[in-house]
C-alpha cells in the first residue's frame, strides 16, 4: 500500500535512497532541529543557520516495499545559473526560508 514519505533537502547536489517508484509531491521546509552534512559554503553565515533551522524537505509517494534506488537531485538558489547537470532534470518545486529572503528550486534527475 503507498504512503507518503519525507526526505531531508541538502544545498546543492544529493543523493536521496528511496524506493522505486516514488512519485514526488512537494517540497518545503518543516522548521525543527535537524543536522546537516552539506553547506552551500555561497550562503551567508546566517544563510547555513537559516539552512538548518528551515529544515527543507520533499515529500514522496512511495510504495515501502519496491526496492530501493539512490535518486539525485540539485537545489539552485534563485540567480545563480544552473549547473550544468540539471539540463534535463525534472522541476521538483520551490521552497523559501529567512521570510522570503532564500528561494531555491530543486530539481530531480529521476531514477537512474
Not at 507518503?4 to 525543527?32: H, N, Y
Not at 546566517?46 to 509517494?61: K, T, V, Y
Not at 521552497?95 to 529521476?110: I, K, N, P, T
Request: glycine content about 8%; hydrophobic content about 45%.
Amino acid at each position: 500500500m503507498p504512503v507518503i514519505w519525507k526526505f531531508d533537502v541538502m544545498p546543492e547536489a544529493f543523493e536521496v535512497e528511496m524506493p522505486t517508484g516514488a512519485r514526488i509531491l512537494s517540497v518545503a521546509c518543516q522548521p525543527g532541529p535537524r543536522h546537516i552534512a552539506l553547506w552551500n559554503q555561497r550562503l551567508p553565515e546566517e544563510g547555513r543557520a537559516g539552512w538548518a533551522a528551515a529544515g527543507p524537505r520533499l515529500w514522496a509517494l512511495v510504495e515501502p516495499s519496491a526496492p530501493p534506488v539512490k535518486r539525485r537531485f540539485v537545489t539552485v538558489a534563485t540567480g545563480q545559473p544552473l549547473p550544468d547537470e540539471v539540463n534535463g532534470f525534472a522541476y521538483a518545486g520551490t521552497f523559501m526560508f529567512h521570510s522570503g529572503q532564500y528561494v531555491f528550486h530543486l530539481f530531480d534527475a529521476g531514477e537512474p
